[in-house]
């Protein structure tokens, strides 16, 4: 018996060992800034690889190791930590680290907990994500738990510390909690509450006095919730999101506010094509504005990145309401794109106001095209361009356009 014992258990390992794979993520990108106040135009070429295993399932237990390595193959730029300051940023530094390192207990169908330094994504990631268009993604040291009983999904998460976009060189250490249910009575409607508790100090390599200040000013505790949904009439495939949440100093943040995140967002498809009309607003007190420091801007306010600060702390002090309306067209390859894979093409544009002082604060125009070249190549072409609203306004973001040509390689 114990033979046959020992035997089966040396099969589960042998198991585990032969569903094993290998991670390859390789992303060659050219990046391109024109940015007025700057006499130079910056440039970079950069090459990020994650490379790692994610193991088969032994006794539910199954591991997940990569690495991230960037390298930077040309050009000028700031990085923020090279100090380059005569050019506009890219912010992506050379660097290479773990990306993550985890392991996940599976015991049934839809419950897990996983612990180390892992991806999250919530939702849309407008609060909760890996700032995943940067070469460096941003990931987490947390211990995370995730549960589904018909209806109801669950995700709660411990977060001792923020591995950020730049490397060890900026990172967060963090006491933060997260909580995310949702229930979904049907297709037309599922609701999402959240509480987003985050504290942060500066565990930077080489800490300056902004590190702590942005770190402490970064800790907020966010509470809302959101209701989504969506029903075909007819060959229109329609789509709505609403969703409010409320903000308040946490951890050692010096200052006081009340602020408020508020959007609306109606879509419709048919065939190839989807439009979709948002309307986003961030409030502000003119002192500080709603802080979003663990999301994602470039998916949400442009993806010239005009709103997010290189510290962390992304906001802006009057507030932003952001009206942006989309026009994408992906699935087919003929007639339009017959040497392309699954090609998406879209375009938005983003019209902001400041919402504290209500005044215009610039327009933006984005275009995006991605493509598959074989099944495991894709080529991206991006490019984004924000215009200021009053030229002579120091207090507005400078205008600038950004173009991107990436080659993305993945297994």
Known sequence: MMAAASTAHAQDISDALSASKPLLDSNLRSEGVRQHGFASDAAALTWRNRIGVQ????????????????????????????????????????????????????????????????????????????AGWR???????????????????????????????VADAKDWHSNSYLLNASYAFNDMLKVTAFDYDLKFRTAATAPVAADAANAKASSVDIIGGRVSGGAWVSAVRLGYVAQYAGERPAGLNPAHFNLHETMLEGSASYDIYTLKLNDETLGGNGTVGFITPLGTT?????????????????????GLEDLNLTLAAAGHTKPWAPWFMNPTLSFVWHDFKAEHIHEKVGTEWDGVLQAGLTKNLSLTLKYADFAKARVADPALPASRGKTWICLNYKL
């Open 55 to 130: 193991t088969g399932s032994f006794d539910n237990v199954s591991a997940l190791v990569e690495f991230n390595v960037t390298s930077v193959l040309g050009g000028t730029y700031n990085s923020s930590l090279n100090g380059k300051t005569a050019y506009p940023t890219v912010l992506d530094p050379k660097d290479t680290e773990v990306n993550r390192a985890q392991l996940t207990w599976a015991p049934t169908t839809g419950t897990a907990l996983t612990v180390g330094r892992q991806r999250i994504q919530l939702d849309d990631q407008r609060f909760i994500g890996n």
């Open 135 to 165: 070469q460096d993604e941003q990931t987490f040291d947390a211990v995370r738990f995730d549960t589904s009983l018909w209806r109801v999904k669950l995700t709660g998460a411990y977060i001792g510390r923020v591995d950020r976009v």
């Open 298 to 318: 470039h998916a949400f306010q442009g993806y010239g990145d005009v709103f997010s600060a290189t510290g962390g702390n992304k906001t802006f002090a009057n």
